[in-house]
């Protein structure tokens, strides 16, 4: 990473905060061109066909906003590097929803020859009207490394410059432009348009799961990003229970 002059006394601090990151590139797709197990935004869920449906706190059905194949992805630290882990939310709830409202399911060994429910007809599309993702996604996946967010509070204890009011408008956006956190992407640092919610103690070591940004079929709100943390901890364990749900918009 190359870095302006007014950058150099932190390039120590920016290697040392350096993460993996999966980019996740999405392109729109006809819903019966995904296959079950395939990684996916708003497809349907690999589901074994004897399992219980996710429903909201309405008792509805959910939406199934992502589905991550870690097999067709290279392997992340700390993240499973097998199964699939899907991200339920409710359909008409989401924008301002309660606990549970989301549900993060994991699969850890997804077996071929288990029988599948393939019957989504209860999924209607009045239900789908409110949903952030338009449309089905396919899904492909790149390990890059992750210098920071301006917007992350871990990105602000290594770069205390970020407060300075010594910075012309110029710097301000250099640095942006080289910490861009946007996109979607599993782990790294988190994006958001108003501030991170993990100035709280109790929630402040909480990792990225995933982020799903807003881009030409995904809106949050007025270009808004939706991010999924949770405890490191549980993240280790694969106990994706502990998982909350945020998001926020211009």
Not at 141 to 167: A, W
Not at 195 to 220: G, N, W
């Amino acid at each position: 990473m190359i870095l302006p002059d007014f950058l150099k006394p932190f390039e120590q601090a920016l290697e040392k905060g350096k993460m993996s990151t999966l980019q996740i590139s999405s392109t729109p797709c006809q819903l019966e061109d995904l296959k079950p197990t395939q990684s996916c935004f708003m497809g349907r869920p690999w589901m074994p066909v004897d399992a219980e449906y996710p429903k909201d706190s309405k008792g509805q059905p959910m939406l199934m906003w992502a589905q991550i194949n870690f097999s067709e992805a290279p392997p992340l630290r700390d993240f499973p590097d097998k199964g699939i882990l899907q991200f339920f939310l409710s359909a008409t709830e989401w924008y301002d929803m309660k606990a549970e409202d989301c549900k993060i399911v994991y699969w850890s060994d997804p077996s071929v020859e288990t029988p599948l429910r393939t019957d989504f007809s209860f999924l209607t599309e009045k239900l789908l009207d409110e949903s952030p993702i338009s449309c089905p996604h396919e899904l492909c996946f790149d390990l890059v490394d992750d210098y920071g967010c301006p917007q992350d509070i871990r990105t602000q204890e290594i770069l205390p410059i970020l407060d300075s009011d010594d910075l012309t408008e110029e710097q301000e956006d250099e640095i942006y432009k080289i910490l861009d956190g946007s996109g979607h992407k599993l782990s790294g640092y988190a994006y958001f348009t108003q501030e991170d919610p993990r100035y709280k103690d109790t929630i402040k070591d909480h990792v990225l799961l995933m982020q799903i940004d807003s881009d030409k079929k995904i809106a949050f709100g007025d270009s808004g990003v939706a991010n999924f943390f949770i405890p490191k901890e549980a993240l280790l364990k694969r106990d994706f229970s502990k998982a909350w749900f945020n998001w926020d918009c211009y």
